[in-house]
T-cell receptor, first 115, second 114 residues
């Protein structure tokens, strides 16, 4: 079985540019999570979708960040405009139902560097 | 709201020694508890989870953890460390309350020396 797929794996961009990160969850999973990992703040949940609907976006840092899930097999996280402090590893994860006991399966991450 | 505290950002052991990684949680309702492992430049992988069945949970790669409600702890152990265990380990908590999300600890880096 294919796991969670993220692209690109690495992204280097300049401040002010738009960045789009992509995620394909595990087939059949109906919950999708976007996380950001930094040395200073650890793993932070940015947004959580269930059945393609955003349930909790309280972790999205500011209006420069937006996320969409147009269908069950695809999600994007967009940063516009990007800033150096957005440099981090961004993970996508999916789970089968979103219930508390469910295992979340993580993708390999996208390492974003904003110069 | 729930939270997790992992004691020690780094733990060093010798190969063959006992591994003990500490995790304490805070939750106003019965929790679900997880340990994930992250190898360099990879995503997180589930080691084991506690979902209110047996309090001693066995996971992959010889790891196990014991849920102790009285101590609000879920420490991770392995009797004998292997070089391949060197990685970062994350404890996480969620609850059974409608839609629930994971709250992660800061992580503990396990260093294994020969």
């Amino acid at each position: 079985d294919a796991g969670v797929i993220q692209s690109p794996r690495h992204e280097v961009t300049e401040m002010g540019q738009e960045v789009t990160l992509r995620c394909k969850p595990i087939s059949g999973h109906n919950s999708l999570f976007w996380y950001r990992q930094t040395m200073m703040r650890g793993l932070e949940l940015l947004i959580y979708f269930n059945n393609n609907v955003p349930i909790d976006d309280s972790g999205m840092p500011e209006d420069r960040f937006s996320a969409k899930m147009p269908n069950a097999s695809f999600s994007t996280l967009k940063i516009q405009p990007s800033e150096p402090r957005d440099s981090a590893v961004y993970f996508c994860a999916s789970s089968s139902t979103g219930a508390g006991a469910d295992t979340q399966y993580f993708g390999p991450g996208t390492r974003l560097t904003v110069l | 709201a729930q939270s997790v505290t992992q004691l020690g950002s780094h733990v060093s052991v010798s190969e063959g020694a006992l591994v003990l990684l500490r995790c304490n949680y805070s939750s106003s309702v019965p929790p679900y508890l997880f340990w994930y492992v992250q190898y360099p430049n990879q995503g997180l992988q589930l080691l084991l989870k506690y979902t209110s069945a047996a309090t001693l949970v066995k996971g992959i790669n010889g790891f196990e953890a014991e849920f102790k409600k009285s101590e609000t702890s879920f420490h991770l152990t392995k009797p004998s460390a292997h070089m391949s265990d060197a990685a970062e380990y994350f404890c996480a908590v969620s609850v059974n309350s409608g839609y629930s999300t994971l709250t992660f600890g800061k992580g503990t880096m396990l260093l294994v020396s020969p």
